[in-house]
C-alpha cells in the first residue's frame, strides 16, 4: 500500500513584500530560499500571474504517516530565528504561516497532529497553519466500497 505524502512550506508574504525585501529576508535569515515569486509576475508554464509575493521554505513531498517529521525540518532551519522573523514581519508588516499538503490514497492519511513545541513556535512568530489535503481513490478501492455496501443493503 503506497504511503502518504505530505510537504510542509514555511512562507513569509504580504501586500509590501517585493525583490529588495526577499534580498532582505534572504541575508537576515542566512537560508537560501526554495523559491520566491514576485507579485504581478507570470507564473511559469500558466498564463497567469502570482497575485502576491512570497518567499518559501519547503520540504519535498515525502513518504510520511505523520505530518511532524516535515514540520520538525523545516522549524529546524528557522527556530532559532525567532527573533529576528518577528522584527522583519513586524518591521515590514509581513505575515508568516505554514501550509501542510497531503496526498493520499484509499484513505490512508497521515497522523494530522501538531506537537505543543510546533504549536508554540507557530504561536512565538504569529504564523497561521493553513492544511491542503488531496485524497485519491483507486478505482479497484472504490469498486470494493461499492460492493460492500451492496453486501450491507442487502442485510
Known amino acids: 500500500m503506497e504511503k ?11 501586500d509590501k513584500l517585493d525583490f529588495n525585501l526577499v534580498n532582505l529576508i534572504t541575508d537576515r535569515l542566512k537560508i537560501k530560499p ?14 497567469i500571474r502570482n497575485i ?3 518567499w518559501e521554505v519547503c520540504t519535498d513531498y515525502e513518504e510520511s504517516y505523520y505530518i511532524n517529521d516535515q514540520l520538525t525540518k523545516i522549524i529546524s532551519k528557522i527556530k532559532y530565528k525567532k527573533d529576528i522573523i518577528n522584527d522583519i514581519t513586524e518591521t515590514y508588516d509581513l505575515e508568516c504561516l505554514f501550509s501542510i499538503s497531503t ?9 494530522m497532529v501538531l506537537e ?9 512568530i504569529k ?3 493553513y ?3 488531496y485524497s485519491y481513490y483507486t ?13 450491507f443493503d442487502k442485510s
Do not use: M
Open 4 to 14: 502518504p505524502k505530505v510537504k510542509v512550506e514555511f512562507i513569509i508574504t504580504g
Open 34 to 47: 526554495n523559491r520566491y515569486w514576485i507579485k504581478g509576475d507570470t507564473i511559469e508554464g500558466a498564463n
Open 52 to 54: 502576491d509575493t512570497c
Open 103 to 111: 496526498n493520499f490514497r484509499n484513505g490512508q492519511t497521515p497522523a
Open 116 to 124: 505543543k513545541d510546533i504549536i508554540e513556535f507557530a504561536s512565538d
Open 127 to 129: 504564523a497561521e497553519i
Open 131 to 133: 492544511f491542503d489535503l
Open 139 to 151: 478505482l479497484e478501492h472504490l469498486l470494493e466500497e461499492d460492493e460492500f455496501w451492496r453486501e
